[in-house]
């Protein structure tokens, strides 16, 4: 096949012609295929039914706290302890909540609100502006958090090795710059690990605002699908020896990991952040829901046995990331209409069109029946600048109509581009 952009105008046309042929075949089909979310298939999901067969009557009690009573505001020690082996931290920085961290993330930023964070001079509800940085592609659940308390969202741009530090370094003098986003370990879409250079510059940041709060969601710590476990550095140390002990919050949970809305979340802080949190926790809750997070220590136990779990989802992941590749390599890679990164790890690929096609490559894809994340949903108010980026979801959907919904998929990606080009001859 030959590049897009190198045919002329007839050759173009023919090439839209053809592809609006395989379109109209595709449409015909009837499809209803589902690749929007990031979400287990139901035999990953599976992979955990023996943990609801665990006895936690026995084992109710546990250092001294029984899980079917009231107490234990910070969680069960035992599923401290899981945590803490998990992320490489200590079990006193960690506190273990209920199903989502996206809600633990959601309550650290709306206590900074209403009451201030550790060193804020007031509660943020009192200042007149409030600036967040948000690394683009990213997650739209977190520019939403930040969006729904009134924050003027800044895109920060994604290199290979993370985000741009050159301008966090200099927004941050900014004493309005408050927080960043960041997903350090197979980022959501990309599949980005950040570089240990990009972390070290991370923890050592001297932000204009002395109550700066870097939300480090880990949701992919474990996550790997293709090789071995990928270690991954202290967040925490780091920031405390690099003179900020108070600036980060880490977030995790086992929602892909066991059931995805009835796992576990956690988030990890420095020992001061945990006294001021846990004071201000007190007067909402006594304690979350403890049986389900007996449940889980006993089911998973440490990192070690997590990591044998994982290796179990990744024999249903990694074929389907393969057929993706596969489909992509083969079909749009010649033609020269689109890049992707290709992860090791978490739950999406990252594709970009050539720009101004993403979210007509969307609307086709829908209309064939294929429902895929919105277009500009990876960036901060739904705006790709570039009109380049999509989302690919593949752990939902049985190979075979995974394997559909890439036909369909690239099928689109042509005809967007032709469309596209011809325009611009």
């Given at each position: 096949m030959t590049s897009l952009k190198q045919m002329d105008r007839a050759e173009l046309q023919m090439f839209y012609e053809?592809?609006?042929?395989?379109?109209?075949?595709?449409?015909?089909?009837?499809?209803?295929?589902?690749?929007?979310r990031g979400k287990p298939s139901r035999a990953q999901v599976a992979l955990s039914n023996d943990m609801l067969n665990i006895d936690?009557?026995?084992?109710?009690?546990t250092d001294g706290i029984d899980a079917f009573n009231y107490g234990g505001l910070d969680g069960l020690p035992i599923c401290r302890r899981f945590f803490a082996d998990t992320l490489g931290v200590k079990p006193e920085q960690v506190f273990v909540g209920g199903n989502a961290s996206l809600q633990l993330m959601y309550d650290t930023i709306a206590k900074a609100y209403t009451h201030g964070l550790l060193h804020s001079e007031k509660p943020w509800s009192k200042l007149d502006k409030i600036k967040w940085l948000c690394p683009a592609p990213g997650y739209d659940r977190h520019f939403k958090v930040t969006q729904a308390f009134g924050m003027e969202l800044i895109t920060v741009p994604m290199n290979d090795d993370g985000p741009d530090m050159d301008m966090v370094e200099e927004v941050v003098k900014d004493p309005a710059v408050k927080g960043m986003w960041c997903v350090p370990k197979y980022s959501n879409p990309d599949g980005i690990v950040y570089s240990d250079e990009v972390i070290d510059r991370i923890a050592h940041l001297k932000p204009a605002a002395a109550d700066f709060l870097l939300m480090w969601d880990n949701a992919y710590c474990i996550h790997e699908f293709d090789g071995e476990f990928r270690p991954f550095r202290d967040i925490l140390t780091l920031c405390s020896e690099a003179g900020n002990p108070d600036m980060v919050f880490e977030f995790a949970s086992t929602s892909k990991i066991t059931f995805p809305g009835s796992?576990?979340?956690?988030?990890?802080?420095?020992?001061?952040?945990?006294?001021?949190?846990?004071?201000?926790?007190?007067?909402?809750?006594?304690?979350?829901?403890?049986?389900?997070?007996?449940?889980?220590?006993?089911?998973?136990?440490?990192?070690?046995?997590?990591?044998?779990?994982?290796?179990?989802?990744?024999?249903?992941?990694?074929?389907k990331f393969d057929i993706v590749l596969e489909y992509l390599e083969r079909e749009i890679k010649p033609l020269d209409i689109g890049r992707w990164h290709t992860p090791k790890g978490g739950y999406f690929v990252s594709f970009f069109t050539i720009p101004g096609?993403?979210?007509?490559?969307?609307?086709?894809?829908?209309?064939?029946?294929?429902?895929?994340?919105?277009?500009?949903?990876?960036?901060?108010?739904?705006?790709?600048?570039?009109?380049?980026?999509?989302?690919?979801?593949?752990?939902?959907?049985?190979?075979?109509?995974?394997?559909?919904?890439?036909?369909?998929?690239?099928?689109?990606?042509?005809?967007?581009?032709?469309?596209?080009?011809?325009a611009e001859k």
């Open positions: 053809a592809a609006l042929k395989e379109y109209e075949s595709c449409k015909a089909k009837g499809l209803k295929l589902d690749m929007s936690v009557v026995s084992n109710a009690v796992g576990v979340a956690c988030f990890a802080c420095s020992k001061a952040n945990m006294a001021y949190m846990k004071k201000l926790i007190s007067a909402q809750t006594i304690s979350f829901d403890k049986i389900n997070q007996l449940r889980h220590a006993l089911f998973l136990k440490d990192r070690a046995t997590a990591l044998v779990h994982m290796k179990k989802h990744a024999e249903f992941l990694k074929p096609c993403a979210k007509r490559t969307n609307q086709l894809a829908k209309e064939a029946g294929v429902v895929m994340t919105a277009a500009g949903a990876t960036y901060p108010y739904g705006i790709d600048p570039e009109d380049s980026n999509l989302r690919i979801a593949p752990s939902y959907p049985p190979v075979e109509e995974l394997k559909e919904a890439m036909s369909v998929f690239c099928t689109c990606v042509k005809l967007a581009a032709a469309e596209k080009l011809l």
